[in-house]
């Protein structure tokens, strides 16, 4: 059984240009939900793919974008980036988006210069 | 507007004492509330949670105490271990939603 894994651990970029990042979810899970955890911040949720749907999206504007393809791995979007979205991205797994089951990837983290 | 708040930003205890993690929220349609642990390089592990039809919650040395009146949960870890020093979020979620809304998280250092 393989957890959560995210790619790239790490990247730079700067302001204005587009960012792809990407999340294999646990075997068998079927939800993930993305996150961002601003330095000295908790996670803020960004929106969750159920069955390669979007399930909810919290309070990120649209250039925040993302997919769920069949294999239930996701990709996390940004166009246009500002200073702001440097933060940890994380992303988790769920079954049936349920809590419990939710496990986090170790994330990554975007500075934007 | 932060709906889900934890005030101390970090807690020292001693090894074999009881640490106390609190944290507050604001919005009453919150039903379900979740404690994770995180280590460094690591995501947030799932460690405890509890509905709003109990007022406790026991695993092994972890308990979750909820007291809905007052919106203030906390978790308290009896005895300490040096390997519980983490960051600690407290999460919060409406039963029919699929958003968690975290704090800002806990700071704690058990000390041998």
């Known amino acids: 059984e393989t957890g959560v894994t995210q790619s790239p651990t790490h990247l730079i970029k700067t302001r204005g240009q587009q960012v792809t990042l990407r999340c294999s979810s646990q075997s068998g899970h079927n939800t993930v939900s993305w996150y961002q955890q601003a330095l000295g911040q908790g996670p803020q949720f960004i929106f969750q793919y159920y069955r390669e749907e979007e399930n909810g999206r919290g309070n990120f504007p649209p250039r925040f974008s993302g997919l769920q393809f069949p294999n239930y791995s996701s990709e996390l979007n940004v166009n246009a980036l500002e200073l702001d979205d440097s933060a940890l991205y994380l992303c988790a797994s769920s079954l049936e988006a349920s809590w419990e089951t939710q496990y986090f990837g170790p994330g990554t983290r975007l500075l934007v210069l | 507007d932060q709906q889900v708040k934890q005030n101390s930003p970090s807690l020292s205890v001693q090894e074999g004492r009881i640490s106390i993690l609190n944290c507050d929220y604001t919005n009453s349609m919150f039903d379900y509330f979740l404690w994770y642990k995180k280590y460094p390089a690591e995501g947030p592990t799932f460690l405890i949670s509890i509905s709003s039809i109990k007022d406790k919650n026991e695993d092994g040395r972890f308990t979750v105490f909820l007291n809905k009146s007052a919106k203030h949960l906390s978790l308290h870890i009896v005895p300490s271990q040096p390997g519980d020093s983490a960051v600690y979020f407290c999460?919060?979620?409406?039963?029919?939603?699929?958003?968690?809304?975290f704090g800002g998280g806990t700071r704690v250092l058990v000390k041998p």
């Open positions: 999460a919060a979620a409406k039963a029919a939603g699929n958003k968690l809304t």
